[in-house]
Structure formats: structure tokens, C-alpha cells
């Protein structure tokens, strides 16, 4: 079973307006962090926002939110008043815990484009 | 501050060939990753290695050999390069476990024709 998923392969947005990508999430671990990378046309990827099982309110960072709904296992983001820079590719990812090994399991990412 | 650097950052190699990648991180992080990105699958983790001398596969090893005798480096070696090792590679790292972030490379494209 696929740990991450991330089922809108492509999305659109408005400039300005808000924006929600989806990210649901599959472990059996009680703890365990939940992660946002975009990565632009230049490849690199970019850390955006951070979600802790055990955090009780929802992750920001400036015009990023995590919609964390743990009953659900769903870890959203989203961004508000987009920008054309926001077009780029998403990625939500886990770690979980019990592993010890600190990697993460990637979604396969939903490509965002802002139209101006 | 150079961060977190890979080399070279685009390959080209023919199948069979022996081909090394580099990563270098000048943070002291103690864990290093390797993942590689091919479309549909997002990214998906070959080798990490929690300290010096410490190693062990993650999802996708076949075919990958690392070693990690610095603290600050961590090379991925395709002994025998194969077409569907073509993909674009990603170093990460960070300092700690459960840390909340990892911070990546800017990533190798290789070619294996």
C-alpha cells in the first residue's frame, strides 16, 4: 500500500486566490512527521512546511498551512493569495518514527499552476 | 556557506559503465540520504546512513552501492549502470533524528544510454 497520496496530478489556481493540495497518509506508527517540498522548473526542492503527529494545532509558515486531520490522515496544504511563483510541482512526504532511520516517503507530487 | 552540494550535476554514461556521484554537506549533519526521482514515483530512497561507517538500504538499493567514511560525504556508486538507473538523484540531510526538515542537494541528472 502506497504510504502517500497524493491524488490530484495536476491543479490550477488563480493568482490570488487560495489553493488546497491533497495529501493523505497511510502508517501504523503513532508518531510520525509530515512534510511539504515544492519543487520548481530548476529542480531543487524547497521545504515548505512541517507537521508533527503529536502537534496539536496546524502547522504555518507565512502563506502555507497544513490542514492536519489525523482521524482522517489527511496533511493538506494550503497556500494563500497564490503567486505566479507558486507554480511548481508538490510533494507531501513521511517519516515515521518507529523506524528509526529518518527517511521519508514521497507522494508522486501535484503540479500546481497560478494563472495570472 | 555552501550547504549541501552534489557532483557532477549531470551525467551521461553508457550501460555497464561504473559511474559515482558525490555529495557533500558542510553542516556536520550526521544523517545523509539518497533518493532518486522518476516521474510517477515521486522520490524514492536508496541508501541513508546515520554516521560515519553507518549504512543501510532504504526502498530501491539493487544496483547502488554507497560508502561514508567522512562525516561530510556520501557517495552513491552504480557499480554497473543500467538504463533504468536513468533518473535524477537527490542527496539530503539533516542533523538529527526526528528532525523536522531535510535539507536537499540541488540533485544529479544521469543519463545511461
Known amino acids: 500500500a502506497q504510504k502517500i497520496t497524493q491524488t490530484q496530478p495536476g491543479m490550477f489556481v488563480q493568482e490570488k486566490e487560495a489553493v488546497t493540495l491533497d495529501c493523505t497518509y497511510d502508517t501504523s506508527d503513532p508518531s510520525y512527521g509530515l512534510f511539504w517540498y515544492k519543487q520548481p522548473s530548476s529542480g531543487e526542492m524547497i521545504f515548505l512546511i512541517y507537521q508533527g503527529s503529536y502537534d496539536q494545532q496546524n502547522a504555518t509558515e507565512g502563506r502555507y498551512s497544513l490542514n492536519f486531520q489525523k482521524a482522517r490522515k489527511s496533511a493538506n496544504l494550503v497556500i494563500s493569495a497564490s503567486q505566479l511563483g507558486d507554480s511548481a510541482m508538490y510533494f507531501c512526504a513521511m517519516r515515521e518514527d518507529k523506524t528509526g532511520a529518518n527517511n521519508l516517503f514521497f507522494g508522486t507530487g501535484t503540479r500546481l499552476t497560478v494563472i495570472p | 556557506d555552501a550547504g549541501i552540494t552534489q557532483s557532477p550535476r549531470y551525467k551521461i554514461t553508457e550501460t555497464g559503465r561504473q559511474v559515482t556521484l558525490m555529495c557533500h554537506q558542510t553542516w556536520s549533519h550526521s544523517y545523509m540520504f539518497w533518493y532518486r526521482q522518476d516521474l510517477g514515483h515521486g522520490l524514492r530512497l536508496i541508501y541513508y546512513s546515520a554516521a560515519a561507517d553507518i549504512t543501510d538500504k532504504g526502498e530501491v538499493p539493487d544496483g547502488y552501492v554507497v560508502s561514508r567514511s567522512k562525516t561530510e560525504n556520501f557517495p552513491l556508486t552504480l557499480e554497473s549502470a543500467t538504463r533504468s538507473q536513468t533518473s535524477v538523484y537527490f542527496c539530503?540531510?539533516?542533523?538529527?533524528?526526528?528532525?523536522?526538515?531535510?535539507?536537499f542537494g540541488p540533485g544529479t541528472r544521469l543519463t545511461v544510454l
Open positions: 539530503a540531510s539533516c542533523p538529527a533524528l526526528l528532525y523536522n526538515e531535510q535539507f
